[in-house]
C-alpha cells in the first residue's frame, strides 16, 4: 500500500495537539513544545479496496539535557543553562561552532 492508496489515517484516544495525520502523505508527525508523559494510541488506516490496518503506539516525550562544556543542539559548546528555563522558553546558550565572517 503506497500513500496514494489511503483514504482515512484515524488515531484513538486523546493524542497531543500538536501531533496530527496527513491523509495526502500517510505521515503522522508534529513538533512538541514540551515534555509530556506517555500516550497510548492505535492508528487505523483505511485504504483502497477495503483494506484497514492498525497498530498500537506508545508517544512520549523527552529532554535532553546538556552539561556545560557539551556540544549543544546547534553544534557549539554550551557555556550557559538558563535556570528558569521552563518560563523564558530557551535552556541554553552555547559558543558558535566555528568563526563567522563578514561576508563584506
Not at 491523509?23 to 492505535?42: D, F, K, L, R, Y
Not at 477495503?50 to 543542539?73: C, F, H, K, Q, R
Amino acid at each position: 500500500m503506497t500513500p496514494n492508496d489511503l483514504t482515512v489515517i484515524h488515531a484513538s484516544n486523546d493524542l497531543p495537539d500538536w501531533l496530527a495525520a496527513d491523509e495526502n502523505s500517510g505521515a503522522i508527525s508534529g513538533t512538541p513544545s514540551a515534555v509530556q508523559a506517555a500516550t497510548s494510541a492505535t492508528i487505523t488506516v483505511t485504504g483502497t479496496g477495503n483494506y484497514t490496518g492498525s497498530i498500537d503506539v506508545m508517544v512520549s516525550i523527552e529532554v535532553l539535557a546538556y552539561n556545560i562544556g557539551d556540544t549543544g543542539p546547534a553544534g557549539g559548546r554550551i557555556f550557559y543553562e538558563n535556570a528558569n528555563h521552563a518560563t523564558d522558553g530557551w535552556r541554553y546558550l552555547e559558543a558558535a561552532p566555528k568563526v563567522l565572517a563578514n561576508p563584506d
